[in-house]
Each structure stands twice: as structure tokens, then as C-alpha cells.
């Protein structure tokens, strides 16, 4: 995941008006004015924030027929599916941006064999409530377990982070090693670039650790 565009996707949804507007549209296809309406914003609001959601790719639009007989008009609809997640905690940073495809569903295809066939059990919409509900229920215990495994994760960066505060007195050092324990990366040229730095400098600096403090964790 690249750094700007986690900030981009940040800037972007920290505005209320533009989280709504997904919302609406992630139900079904709106135009503007319909969106002004539910929202109780101006028309001209709504465009703007449109605008700025389709320059990004999170929405298109297309030109259709108005339903009254007038003149065309902008309907638009989301154009991409990601997840937005931010961990923070005393020794936990990290943050993403990932995109749903449905060739990552793995353990669920029998739930995606139901929708796709048409077999889920009694009236249609009550039989999709009622699928939707067991879907919610295994999210909440798939999060418990993150959970779990975040308080884990945090435990062990806070141990390495301490030893590394303790017996690696210069800074520039300390902050590539908090890098490669946070990303796995171990590839100096990687390490150069995500610090916008020279890859020699890297090694340098690498090299110097493993020497000096004797540091190995490549």
C-alpha cells in the first residue's frame, strides 16, 4: 500500500457529506438532485463532492433520460471496492488501503455458491436477512480475533522496541530498525525508498549497525 494514497483516501472521506454520498450510492444509482434532497444539502454542494469523488475514481457517472420527459441527467454509482483501516495503540502504528476482489473469497464459497445460484432457504428477502445476519455474525468473530492478534502483535513490537531504544543509541539507526520490524522489509533498496533516501546510504547504515552494535536483522 503506497503512503499517498492511504492519505489521499483519508482526505478525501474526512468529509461527512462525502461519506454520506457513498453511502446513498452504495445502495443503488443517484443523481444529484435526489441526493440533495436526501441529504439536505444544496444541489450545487452535492456536485462539488461528486466531482472531487470521481476525480479520485470512487465514483462515475453517465449521461441518462429523465424520468418526467426533461432534459438528461447525471446519474452516478461507485466505481471501486476497498477497506480503509488505521491501528494506533501505545507501541502499534500501522494503516491501509486494500481493495475487495472477488477472487479473494477463500473458506466462503459456499455462501457465494448460495447467492449465485439462488438456493438460500425461504422468502427471498428474509432468506437474505437472515444470510446477511450469519455473515455479520462471523465478521464480529473474525474482529475479535484481530483483536486478539493486535494486542499480540503489540506485546512483541514493544518488547523489540524497547531493546532497540536500550542498545542502539542513534536515532537514524533506531527509526530504519522500527521500520523493518513494522513492514518485514528487509531490502535496503526498499528501505531507501520508502525513507526517500540513497541506497548506499542504507547499506551504510545497515552495515555499520551489524558491525558496531551488532544488530542482525536482515
Not at 95 to 109: Q, S
Not at 124 to 139: A, D, P, S, T, V
Request: net charge neutral; glycine share 4%; aromatic share 8%.
Amino acid at each position: 500500500m503506497e503512503k499517498d494514497e492511504f492519505d489521499e483516501m483519508i482526505r478525501l472521506l474526512q468529509n461527512r457529506t462525502r461519506r454520506r454520498i457513498l453511502q446513498l450510492l452504495s445502495r443503488e444509482d443517484n443523481y444529484p438532485l435526489e441526493m440533495s434532497r436526501c441529504l439536505e444539502t444544496s444541489q450545487q454542494s452535492i456536485s462539488k463532492h461528486l466531482k472531487k469523488l470521481e476525480d479520485k475514481g470512487l465514483v462515475v457517472s453517465k449521461k441518462s433520460e429523465s424520468e418526467k420527459g426533461g432534459p438528461p441527467t447525471k446519474t452516478y454509482k461507485l466505481n471501486r471496492e476497498f477497506t480503509l483501516r488505521i491501528d494506533i495503540g501505545p507501541q502499534l502504528f500501522d494503516m491501509g488501503v486494500e481493495n475487495l476482489r472477488d477472487e479473494d473469497i477463500d473458506g466462503y464459497e459456499d455462501i457465494e455458491e448460495k447467492l449465485e445460484e439462488g438456493i438460500i432457504e425461504g422468502s427471498f428477502l428474509e432468506g437474505h436477512r437472515k444470510l446477511i445476519q450469519n455473515i455479520r455474525r462471523e465478521f464480529e468473530r473474525l474482529e475479535k480475533e484481530r483483536k486478539y492478534l493486535l494486542k499480540l502483535k503489540e506485546k512483541a513490537l514493544s518488547q523489540a522496541y524497547k531493546h532497540i531504544h536500550e542498545n542502539v543509541k542513534d536515532y537514524d539507526k533506531r527509526k530504519i530498525l522500527y521500520y523493518v520490524l513494522e513492514s518485514g522489509e528487509t531490502d535496503p533498496r526498499k528501505i531507501a525508498k520508502y525513507f526517500n533516501a540513497r541506497e548506499d546510504e542504507i547499506k551504510k547504515i545497515i552495515w555499520d549497525m551489524k558491525k558496531k552494535e551488532d544488530v542482525n536483522i536482515w
